[in-house]
């Protein structure tokens, strides 16, 4: 991938397909107009908001956030391999700063995700990164992932048929602290890519210049107070870093359609099976059926 900076979205080649509103609390499809980045979110699998906070808002957000850092130790959990790890995150971030929760039901934000989650929505995960300085903690930035999904997986023969909306489940939105330049590892997206119903290809998790159906990825030089949204079954990455990388910190939430269970504190810690009902459980399997998952990307 080139190094210069690539555009951050681009507009819809599509007309504009159906979106879904919620009627007596079931899904159904909505011709009707909806915002620009709706759409550039369903057919892209991504889009940028710019300057959804005021440089006033974000010192604000930042002084509380950072304040979260210095009174909560780190939720060490099963994702982190190191406490050196842990540090950089916070987790169940709206429980912690009121202004997070502001922030997470700001209408800039849930214009975006509503016509494609549901008007009854919900974030299921909300975790602050604080990525460290420099480029020792993450030389090569992070693989080509997805954090959930793909949600409909199929073999590579199985186009998605462009008439058919392609359904969402989770959206996940930045909100940045700082400025992410591209010496900082900035976050890189291949359009159209949750579409695809599969992983990214093992063999070139690492290489930057990997592309999907022609196009490489877009990437996310944000400004403090801009907003990255980006549909959970991307081909996403944090791109290499450099010497002078100054580091990322931002708030990380996950939107989930409502049918998608919260999963801001760890089910074994916090959930709905009695000590009595899990001491009968035989197997992990039967923990699993009584909602105790191990832990995977959205629980920390």
């Known amino acids: 991938m080139s190094q ?3 555009a951050a979205h681009r507009r819809p080649t599509r007309s504009p397909r159906a979106l879904i509103r919620k009627v007596h609390g079931y899904n159904q499809p909505f011709s009707g107009p909806g915002p620009y980045g709706a759409h550039c979110l369903e057919e892209e699998g991504h889009f940028l908001l710019r300057a959804a906070f005021t440089p006033e808002e974000v010192r604000a957000l930042r002084e509380e956030v950072e304040e979260v850092y210095r009174t909560v130790p780190p939720d060490w959990r099963k994702a982190s391999p190191t406490r050196e790890h842990a540090e950089q995150f916070r987790y169940e971030l709206f429980n912690r700063s009121p202004l997070v929760q502001r922030a997470i039901c700001r209408r800039e934000i849930l214009e975006l995700v509503e016509p494609l989650l549901g008007d009854d929505c919900h974030v299921i ?8 300085a420099g480029m020792e903690y993450a030389p090569r930035g992070q693989e080509w992932h997805v954090d959930g999904g793909p949600y409909i997986a199929r073999p590579p ?11 969402i489940f989770v959206i996940t939105t930045h909100i940045y602290l700082q400025d ?14 949750h579409r695809s119903g599969r992983l990214p290809p093992s063999e070139r998790m690492w290489d930057v210049d990997l592309t999907y159906d022609g196009q490489r990825g877009d990437i996310h030089l944000a400004n403090a107070g801009d907003v990255t949204l980006f549909v959970s079954d991307t081909w996403h990455r944090r791109m290499p870093t450099t010497p002078t990388c100054k580091g990322r910190f931002f708030v990380q939430s996950a939107y989930g359609r ?15 099976v009695s000590a009595a009902a899990r001491a009968r459980a035989q197997s992990e399997r039967e923990l699993e059926v009584l909602g105790l998952h191990p832990q995977v990307f959205y629980d920390g």
């Open 125 to 132: 995960s909300c975790t602050s990164w604080r990525n460290p």
């Open 258 to 272: 409502r049918e998608v269970a919260q999963r801001l504190i760890p089910t074994e810690r916090m959930g709905m």
């Open 4 to 6: 210069r900076a690539r």
């Open 180 to 193: 992410v330049a591209l010496e900082d590892g900035p976050t890189a997206i291949l359009p159209g890519s």
């Open 157 to 167: 023969e199985h186009a998605w048929p462009d008439h058919i909306p392609y359904p």
